[in-house]
Structure formats: structure tokens, C-alpha cells
């Protein structure tokens, strides 16, 4: 039988942006197994109302932990915000979202105390990365803006820093963020670092990107030390998929998202699936 060290790390999104966070847990944490579920069927979550981004939050969840996992992670800023910090959403398996990571990372690496937030108009709305920044230092101040064509943008390839398009919508949502003289932008949702190189082209040097996948990946390894249960039986981690659209698309696009070749195995799990999980 294997031991409680031993399970995955569930990460979930809802489509391919959690692979920014899981891409940084497999260079942190290259003995861990992953399951990562991409909820590929009903992206965009973060156009919808708080209720059924938590609807759906609830079901991927649900479905994350029918395999048997150490940790959940809702690598997707959207979920994240639309949760907030109620530990118990994981339920018995500890659970961790983008934002408070992010927050943190932010709140230590400012220093003219200017930060600025980019997601999805959910999570824009919830106002929960400012909450949390406030936390850390209430003398911080937060300047934020939603970008709802980024998500479609990446999704579908669209990320090249040279391309005329790319270029005017950073400048389009951006421009505001940029005057206001932030030192260190969040990208406050999990699918934006595919936009980096556009972004920091932009914005310039001396600010500070910092990824909410990336920094929960980074908060996942502190915390499953802490716990105790970081595997150290020298195992070589896997990446088991799930998807709620077609396979075949997302081995297309996994490739694309995570760079380089992809080994690991992808399985359709359909909606029905879900919502009775
Ligand atoms: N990756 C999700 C997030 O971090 C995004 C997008 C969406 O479903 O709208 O917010």
C-alpha cells in the first residue's frame, strides 16, 4: 500500500493556464506526481458569476480528489479569488489557491509600495488580491485592471511579443497600470505568462513580473515540506492529464503551453462526470 507521501499533487484550471503552475512544480518538485485537470469544456470561468465559478470550483475539486491526493491546488486565479481564503474548501486534503501566494510575492518585492493587478473580470471584481496585499501591508497601494482578451488570445496562440495585435492589446490594457508607476505587476491570472515577454516588453525592465502559478508552486513545496510529506524516495514524478473537451486537442496544446515535448498521459472526462462527482 502506498504511503500518504506517496499521492499526487492534484492542480486544477479551467483550461490550460494551470500548466504555468504546474510547469514550475515539476522543476521544484521533480519527484512528484501530478494530476492536472483542465476544465477545457467551460472555459472561460472568468466572464461567469461568482456562484458558478464556485459551482464549478466545487466539482473539479471533487473530481481532483477522487484520485487520491496530498494537496489541491485551484491554479487558476479566477477559482481563487471567487473562494478567498476559506480553508475548508479542499475539505480533509489541504488546498491552495494563486492569490495569497501571489500577494505575498508581490507585498516582499515592491519597493515604491505601487502594485498592479491583472486577471480575469471575476477576479478583478472580488478585489481579493487586493485584500490580501493589504493584509501583508496596509500602506501598499493596488492598482488593478481586467484583460478579457488575454485568455482567448493565449488560448489560442496568440502570444507573439512581435505581433502587431498582441502588441496593442498589452498596450490597450496596460497603459493605465504602466503611468500609474507600479515596480511589480501580478499576473493575476494563471494564463498571463504566456503573455509575459509582450507584458515586460511594455511595462519595461524595472517592473517586477510576478506569476501566480509560479508562486504557488512555490508555496506548495514550503507547505508539503512543513507537513512532512515531500517524497524523498528518489521517484521520477508523472503528469497525468484530464481534460473535459477532446484528448487529442489538449496533447496539441499541452505541448504548446508547457514547452518542449510532453510526456505524461491525457484522458477525456466528460461534464456529466463532473457534475455528478
Ligand atoms: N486561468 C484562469 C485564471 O487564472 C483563467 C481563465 C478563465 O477561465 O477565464 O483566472
Same mark, same amino acid.
Given at each position: 500500500?502506498?504511503?500518504?507521501?506517496?499521492?499526487?499533487?492534484?492542480?486544477?484550471?479551467?483550461?490550460?493556464?494551470?500548466?504555468?503552475?504546474?510547469?514550475?512544480?515539476?522543476?521544484?518538485?521533480?519527484?512528484?506526481?501530478?494530476?492536472?485537470?483542465?476544465?477545457?469544456?467551460?472555459?472561460?470561468?472568468?466572464?461567469?458569476?461568482?456562484?458558478?465559478?464556485?459551482?464549478?470550483?466545487?466539482?473539479?475539486?471533487?473530481?481532483?480528489?477522487?484520485?487520491?491526493?496530498?494537496?489541491?491546488? %485551484?491554479?487558476?486565479?479566477?477559482?481563487?479569488?471567487?473562494?478567498?481564503?476559506?480553508?475548508?474548501?479542499?475539505?480533509?486534503?489541504?488546498?491552495?489557491?494563486?492569490?495569497?501566494?501571489?500577494?505575498?510575492?508581490?507585498?516582499?518585492?515592491?519597493?515604491?509600495?505601487?502594485?498592479?493587478?491583472?486577471?480575469?473580470?471575476?477576479?478583478?471584481?472580488?478585489? %481579493?488580491?487586493?485584500?490580501?496585499?493589504?493584509?501583508?501591508?496596509?500602506?501598499?497601494?493596488?492598482?488593478?485592471?481586467?484583460?478579457?482578451?488575454?485568455?482567448?488570445?493565449?488560448?489560442?496562440?496568440?502570444?507573439?511579443?512581435?505581433?502587431?495585435?498582441?502588441?496593442?492589446?498589452?498596450?490597450?490594457?496596460?497603459?493605465?497600470?504602466?503611468?500609474?508607476?507600479?515596480?511589480?505587476?501580478?499576473?493575476?491570472?494563471?494564463?498571463?505568462?504566456?503573455?509575459?515577454?509582450?507584458?515586460?516588453?511594455?511595462?519595461?525592465?524595472?517592473?517586477?513580473?510576478?506569476?501566480?502559478? %509560479?508562486?504557488? %508552486?512555490?508555496?506548495?513545496?514550503?507547505?508539503?515540506?512543513?507537513?512532512?510529506?515531500?517524497?524523498?524516495?528518489?521517484?521520477?514524478?508523472?503528469?497525468?492529464?484530464?481534460?473535459?473537451?477532446?484528448?487529442?486537442?489538449?496533447?496539441?496544446?499541452?505541448?504548446?503551453?508547457?514547452?518542449?515535448?510532453?510526456?505524461?498521459?491525457?484522458?477525456?472526462?466528460?461534464?456529466?462526470?463532473?457534475?455528478?462527482?
Amino acid at each position: 500500500m502506498s504511503s500518504y507521501k506517496e499521492k499526487a499533487i492534484g492542480v486544477f484550471d479551467s483550461g490550460m493556464g494551470g500548466l504555468t503552475c504546474v510547469k514550475e512544480l515539476q522543476k521544484l518538485l521533480p519527484g512528484e506526481d501530478i494530476i492536472y485537470f483542465g476544465d477545457t469544456a467551460r472555459v472561460p470561468y472568468g466572464t461567469r458569476s461568482r456562484e458558478r465559478i464556485l459551482e464549478y470550483a466545487r466539482q473539479d475539486v471533487s473530481f481532483i480528489e477522487s484520485h487520491s491526493v496530498k494537496l489541491v491546488i %485551484a491554479a487558476c486565479g479566477t477559482v481563487s479569488s471567487a473562494v478567498g481564503s476559506d480553508p475548508s474548501f479542499g475539505g480533509d486534503v489541504p488546498f491552495l489557491g494563486v492569490v495569497s501566494p501571489a500577494g505575498r510575492a508581490a507585498a516582499n518585492a515592491t519597493r515604491n509600495g505601487l502594485i498592479g493587478v491583472i486577471g480575469t473580470a471575476a477576479t478583478i471584481r472580488s478585489g %481579493a488580491y487586493e485584500h490580501i496585499i493589504h493584509e501583508i501591508s496596509p500602506e501598499v497601494s493596488v492598482i488593478s485592471d481586467c484583460c478579457p482578451l488575454f485568455v482567448p488570445m493565449v488560448e489560442e496562440g496568440m502570444t507573439d511579443p512581435s505581433d502587431i495585435v498582441v502588441r496593442s492589446v498589452v498596450e490597450r490594457y496596460l497603459s493605465k497600470i504602466k503611468s500609474a508607476g507600479v515596480d511589480t505587476l501580478i499576473l493575476g491570472c494563471t494564463h498571463y505568462p504566456h503573455l509575459e515577454k509582450a507584458i515586460s516588453d511594455f511595462m519595461g525592465d524595472n517592473v517586477t513580473l510576478i506569476s501566480s502559478g %509560479a508562486a504557488a %508552486a512555490a508555496e506548495a513545496k514550503e507547505l508539503l515540506r512543513e507537513k512532512g510529506l515531500l517524497r524523498t524516495d528518489g521517484h521520477t514524478g508523472r503528469l497525468d492529464c484530464y481534460t473535459s473537451d477532446s484528448a487529442d486537442l489538449f496533447r496539441e496544446n499541452v505541448k504548446v503551453f508547457m514547452g518542449g515535448d510532453f510526456c505524461g498521459t491525457v484522458e477525456r472526462v466528460s461534464v456529466e462526470q463532473l457534475c455528478s462527482s
